[in-house]
């Protein structure tokens, strides 16, 4: 049975490790890792999925900023699962749990850089992401976002960029541990 918890500074270690065997070293050059560097993910949001205390999957929330405006948002990113553990639902399951537990947080965007027909499956879109861009090179077709509240991505445009004030992640409301029991 697959348990989802928040990430703990222990876990860092073993997701490290998956995040190499899945994407390698290559990874850092890319434009979303750049996004990440220098800045704490959200642990509140940032969660693992763990048999018999063994790494499965994670999943990591970053603090943004879209434009001039200096709109709030979130990076979601990197989403991970072993590959051996492939296509028992894990990802997905990641994804709506963390979702859930960032719109109850009072977040109200989400932006990742990834494939649209396996996000699409939890509601992000190209489409939603139309108006963004990303401060390095990427596929604009890869850049999708997802509205956590009805109406949040309109007037919203620009360049994507790291959180100014990384400050608004601890403003998170509550442990999340109570919804992850509930949705277990």
Same mark, same amino acid.
């Given at each position: 049975?697959?348990?989802?918890?928040?990430?703990?500074?222990?876990?860092?270690? +073993?997701?490290?490790?998956?995040?190499?065997?899945?994407?390698?070293?290559?990874?850092?050059?890319?434009?979303?890792?750049?996004?990440?560097?220098?800045?704490?993910?959200?642990?509140? @949001?940032?969660?693992?999925?763990?048999?018999?205390?063994?790494?499965?999957?994670?999943?990591?929330?970053?603090?943004?900023?879209?434009?001039?405006?200096? $709109?709030?948002?979130?990076?979601?990113?990197?989403?991970?699962?072993?590959?051996?553990?492939?296509?028992?639902?894990?990802?997905?399951?990641?994804?709506?749990?963390?979702?859930?537990?960032?719109?109850?947080?009072?977040?109200?965007?989400?932006?990742?850089?990834?494939?649209?027909?396996?996000? +699409?499956?939890?509601?992000?879109?190209?489409?939603?992401?139309?108006?963004?861009?990303?401060?390095?090179?990427?596929?604009?077709?890869?850049?999708?976002?997802?509205?956590? $509240?009805?109406? +949040? @991505?309109?007037?919203?445009?620009?360049?994507?960029?790291?959180?100014?004030?990384?400050?608004?992640?601890?403003?998170?409301? +509550?442990?999340?541990?109570?919804?992850?029991?509930?949705?277990?």
């Amino acid at each position: 049975m697959i348990d989802y918890r928040c990430e703990r500074p222990e876990d860092k270690g +073993a997701i490290e490790f998956l995040l190499d065997m899945a994407f390698g070293p290559g990874r850092f050059a890319k434009t979303a890792y750049r996004l990440r560097e220098g800045v704490d993910c959200i642990p509140e @949001l940032s969660l693992v999925a763990m048999e018999e205390g063994i790494l499965r999957g994670s999943i990591r929330f970053w603090p943004i900023q879209i434009g001039e405006a200096q $709109t709030p948002a979130l990076l979601l990113g990197p989403l991970v699962v072993d590959p051996v553990h492939r296509g028992r639902g894990i990802a997905v399951k990641l994804m709506q749990l963390s979702l859930e537990m960032a719109a109850a947080h009072g977040h109200h965007i989400v932006v990742l850089v990834g494939d649209e027909p396996y996000y +699409a499956r939890v509601g992000f879109s190209s489409v939603m992401a139309k108006g963004l861009s990303l401060p390095g090179p990427v596929d604009l077709k890869r850049l999708l976002a997802k509205e956590l $509240t009805p109406g +949040a @991505l309109a007037g919203v445009s620009g360049l994507v960029r790291k959180a100014l004030d990384a400050g608004y992640a601890q403003s998170l409301l +509550a442990d999340a541990g109570p919804l992850l029991k509930a949705q277990a």
